[in-house]
């Protein structure tokens, strides 16, 4: 109950002492920016307008190996920490904003001291003389005092730097989102690469089956003296060339699987388990609801974020506006002074100042002008960075439907050139072995096989991967975060046990104001 009293007695007091006071600079208005009012292949059957589930979109691939990848991501990938970590620090500086709303000097201070004054000087001009004998040249000296100086903020510049620490809190939560959808897209973009490559090695090692079967053919044939050698060495030459696209395929499936360890937090090799040997590319969905681009603004973490920079830097100005003015200030001190321990707390003992003044840099003005006009300057950066920011966030979404469409086309067109490539085969070599064709319809029809199966699987990967960049570019993977999960817990208790962190590790303390509060007076931490 005493401190609640304490703390509404210094509430009142800051009314007080306050309440004349004005806020000068700016006050942030979120920008305008230009959006369409519908997406350019919103007439296309496979887009709808319709809203869509967008937090957890990598479900909607049903492979239980991405799931778990996702999740262990959010987890444990080092990126996604550091973002979290970035929170707790403008955490501490919005408390370094609003201590700075009190007294700025605070300072108590004490001293005990024995001094000895010269027997041969004169004790009044410090003269050497004779010292007169009734008088004890040592004394005694003990202090204690309290020191204050508080700088009244009058144009509202603490208020200001508090608005900019709350701003730069929630854009730093912002930024923790972002972090969360790129890592999202990160992963299953890589996980869908993977089991691209791994499904282009097995189709290369299905064409060497079929090349080793044609080169044998040939060299019967050659061998029953039916062609020349030529056609051997041929088919060789060919199955060689396939068989050397499977090393880089090998490299680079190893490559992706490492650079997945990477991205959740483990040893390369550490996945290979939940991976298993090979898999098959998830299946992508044909048709996307992608809501409207007005939607772009409220759901995509960073337009918020370059939102908040400008409302971060909106303060700033106000910070410099403010030096335009006097700031005032009170100062005081209060203390006791004796010559003995047992005295030191008496009424006689009391000492005290206090003062009111102002300081005002009138010889300034340019400067502080010109400060002034840098800080508007980055302000205009920022409101241009948030406009710019939307625009690339509308191209990011046309463009990856434009590939949705575009892979969907592609691997139907690949599908069927894929069975014309295979019955081409089939009948070359029926062909070739009857006498009826020569080795170059073989050879023709398989390179042509190699080359739809291969891009039949490459365009599959697209298609999926244009879900993937379609879901990363809505905003989608951040709306199910908790605040309490920014970091991990053995981190948090890593971080207390050094500096002693007290309750601002806890979700409710990094719970970001909101923009009408930002700047307001709130008791310290």
């Known amino acids: 109950m005493r401190r609640r009293g304490a703390t509404s007695v210094t509430a009142i007091a800051f009314s007080v002492l306050t309440g004349g006071c004005v806020t000068v600079g700016p006050d942030f208005e979120t920008p305008e920016a230009d959006v369409a009012e519908a997406w350019q292949q919103a007439q296309d059957q496979r887009i709808s307008a319709g809203q869509g589930d967008y937090s957890e979109w990598w479900a909607s691939f049903n492979d239980?190996?991405?799931?778990?990848?996702?999740?262990?991501?959010?987890?444990?990938?080092?990126?996604l920490q550091i973002a979290g970590l970035r929170v707790f620090e403008a955490r501490a500086i919005v408390g370094v904003a609003v201590g700075n709303l009190y007294p700025q000097l605070q300072r108590a201070s004490g001293s005990a001291g024995r001094i000895k004054i010269s027997e041969n000087a004169d004790l009044i001009s410090g003269l050497p003389g004779p010292v007169r004998n009734d008088i004890d040249t040592t004394f005694q000296d003990y202090r204690v005092g309290f020191d204050a100086a508080w700088e009244l903020?009058?144009?509202?510049?603490?208020?200001?730097?508090?608005?900019?620490?709350?701003?730069?809190?929630?854009?730093?939560?912002?930024?923790?989102?972002?972090?969360?959808?790129?890592?999202?897209?990160?992963?299953?973009?890589?996980?869908?690469?993977?089991?691209?490559?791994?499904?282009r090695l097995g189709v290369a090692e299905a064409n060497v089956a079929i090349q080793q079967r044609s080169l044998e053919i040939s060299e019967v044939r050659n061998r029953n003296q039916l062609t020349t050698e030529l056609d051997p060495q041929i088919a060789r030459a060919f199955l060689r060339d396939t068989q050397a696209t499977i090393p880089p395929l090998k490299a680079g499936i190893r490559q992706v699987r490492n650079a997945l360890c990477v991205l959740v937090g483990k040893v390369p090799g550490e996945l290979d388990p939940l991976l298993g040997s090979a898999g098959t590319i998830p299946n992508a969905a044909s048709e996307a609801a992608i809501g409207v681009p007005a939607e772009l603004l409220r759901r995509r973490p960073d337009i918020r974020q370059a939102e908040l920079q400008a409302a971060a830097q909106s303060a700033r100005v106000g910070v410099a506006v403010a030096d335009l003015y006097?700031?005032?200030?009170?100062?005081?001190?209060?203390?006791?002074?004796?010559?003995?321990?047992?005295?030191?707390?008496?009424?006689?003992?009391?000492?005290?100042?206090?003062?009111?003044?102002?300081?005002?840099?009138?010889?300034?003005?340019?400067?502080?002008?010109?400060?002034?006009?840098?800080?508007?300057?980055?302000?205009?950066?920022?409101?241009?960075?948030?406009?710019?920011?939307?625009?690339?966030?509308?191209?990011?979404?046309?463009?990856?439907?434009?590939?949705?469409?575009?892979?969907?086309?592609?691997a139907a067109f690949f599908e069927d050139g894929t069975a014309a490539a295979l019955r081409a085969v089939d009948l070359s070599l029926v062909q070739y072995r009857e006498g009826t064709a020569d080795f170059t319809r073989v050879l023709d029809a398989q390179r042509l096989l190699l080359a739809q199966q291969d891009g039949l699987t490459q365009a599959r990967g697209k298609h999926a991967r244009s879900v993937v960049a379609i879901y990363k570019a809505l905003g989608g993977g951040w709306e199910n975060r908790s605040l309490d999960n920014l970091v991990p817990e053995a981190m948090k208790q890593e971080m207390q046990d050094r500096t002693k962190w007290g309750n601002l590790l806890d979700a409710e303390a990094v719970e970001p104001v909101p923009a009408e509060e930002r700047g307001t007076w709130r008791a310290p931490d």
């Open 326 to 410: 006097p700031a005032f200030g009170l100062t005081g001190t209060i203390g006791f002074a004796a010559d003995s321990t047992g005295s030191v707390f008496e009424s006689d003992s009391q000492r005290g100042l206090g003062t009111f003044g102002f300081s005002w840099n009138i010889l300034n003005y340019g400067r502080i002008r010109s400060r002034i006009r840098a800080e508007d300057a980055r302000l205009q950066q920022a409101i241009t960075n948030y406009q710019e920011t939307v625009l690339r966030a509308a191209r990011e979404v046309e463009d990856a439907t434009a590939d949705f469409i575009a892979a969907q086309e592609e």
């Open 153 to 199: 903020d009058f144009w509202g510049r603490f208020r200001r730097n508090v608005e900019f620490a709350d701003a730069n809190l929630a854009a730093s939560i912002a930024t923790y989102d972002d972090v969360l959808v790129t890592l999202a897209g990160e992963v299953a973009a890589a996980y869908i690469i993977l089991r691209t490559l791994e499904e």
């Open 64 to 79: 239980p190996a991405l799931q778990s990848l996702v999740q262990q991501a959010f987890d444990q990938n080092k990126t």
